[in-house]
């Protein structure tokens, strides 16, 4: 264990990579697995490069992040936004709350086909898809921190002089930060789910597109190129 926390963050994050590469590789060498389903890692990583240098797969990914961007955005905002009215307002939790675990309660796999419908294969069903992911979790994160939140700091900055505004920045806000990042940086998985979902669903472009049109084939190199990039992305955000 004090070996692994010695090594710096990158070569830690890459370690899960390569304890599994290098079995995956030789039991596809020795033909322990079929990489007709699984493909082989020294036939996936040509495949990787040979989409780095097509324009078409670089429009995806720029799909896929505009999608994934916006989602996340709109998720926060709303989510957050919800969260903090009716963490404020208890009358008002009691009647819509309920409602909000409803709808969290139904997957959205099945509501994905619903917005494709009404609002088309472009960009905008895809970001509602992943606003929807990110809503429930930041409006959660909002609204347990305040009903958490110590009331006696409330009570002491009011007993101090600070106003409405300022119990809510010195107060309230710090209360919530870790409430907050911590919905975030869940969020940008559920952002990436998605748009995933939605792209795979129906779509004229994205990463979830691309991995769809490779299944279709039944090209399982190609199919890892979309997840590989994924968690690439994941693991950038994650490390800044």
């Given at each position: 264990?004090?070996?692994?926390h010695?090594?710096?963050?990158?070569?830690?994050?890459?370690?899960?990579?390569i304890a599994?590469?290098?079995?995956?590789?030789?039991?596809?060498?020795?033909?322990?697995?079929?990489t007709?389903?699984?493909?082989r890692?020294?036939?996936?990583?040509?495949?990787?490069?040979?989409?780095?240098?097509?324009?078409?797969?670089?429009?995806?990914?720029?799909?896929t992040?505009?999608e994934v961007?916006?989602?996340?955005?709109?998720?926060i905002?709303?989510?957050?936004?919800?969260?903090?009215?009716l963490?404020m307002?208890p009358?008002?939790?009691a009647?819509?709350?309920?409602y909000?675990?409803?709808?969290?309660a139904?997957?959205?796999?099945?509501?994905?086909?619903?917005?494709i419908?009404?609002?088309?294969?472009?960009?905008?069903?895809?970001v509602?898809?992943?606003?929807?992911?990110?809503f429930?979790?930041?409006?959660y994160?909002?609204?347990?921190?305040?009903?958490?939140?110590n009331?006696d700091?409330?009570?002491?900055?009011?007993?101090?002089?600070?106003g409405?505004?300022?119990v809510?920045?010195?107060?309230?806000?710090?209360?919530?930060?870790?409430?907050i990042?911590g919905?975030?940086?869940?969020?940008?998985?559920?952002?990436?789910?998605?748009?995933?979902?939605?792209?795979?669903m129906?779509?004229?472009?994205?990463?979830?597109?691309?991995?769809?049109?490779a299944a279709?084939?039944?090209?399982?190199n190609d199919?890892?190129?979309?997840?590989?990039?994924?968690?690439?992305m994941?693991?950038?955000?994650?490390?800044?």
């Amino acid at each position: 264990m004090r070996l692994v926390h010695g090594l710096g963050r990158p070569l830690r994050v890459a370690l899960p990579a390569i304890a599994v590469v290098p079995p995956w590789e030789l039991s596809a060498a020795f033909g322990w697995v079929d990489t007709t389903f699984v493909g082989r890692p020294s036939e996936i990583l040509p495949a990787l490069i040979d989409h780095l240098a097509l324009a078409a797969f670089w429009r995806d990914v720029g799909i896929t992040f505009i999608e994934v961007a916006l989602g996340f955005v709109v998720g926060i905002l709303s989510g957050g936004g919800v969260g903090y009215v009716l963490g404020m307002k208890p009358r008002w939790a009691a009647i819509f709350e309920p409602y909000i675990l409803a709808l969290n309660a139904i997957p959205k796999v099945a509501i994905a086909p619903i917005l494709i419908v009404l609002l088309g294969v472009g960009t905008a069903s895809k970001v509602v898809i992943s606003a929807s992911m990110v809503f429930f979790l930041m409006f959660y994160a909002v609204y347990i921190g305040l009903k958490t939140l110590n009331v006696d700091f409330v009570y002491q900055a009011k007993l101090m002089g600070c106003g409405p505004w300022a119990v809510i920045r010195y107060v309230v806000v710090p209360s919530l930060m870790p409430n907050i990042l911590g919905g975030m940086k869940t969020s940008v998985v559920y952002a990436m789910i998605g748009a995933m979902v939605g792209e795979s669903m129906a779509a004229d472009g994205g990463l979830g597109h691309l991995v769809l049109a490779a299944a279709g084939t039944f090209n399982v190199n190609d199919v890892w190129v979309g997840p590989i990039v994924l968690m690439t992305m994941v693991l950038s955000i994650s490390a800044t």
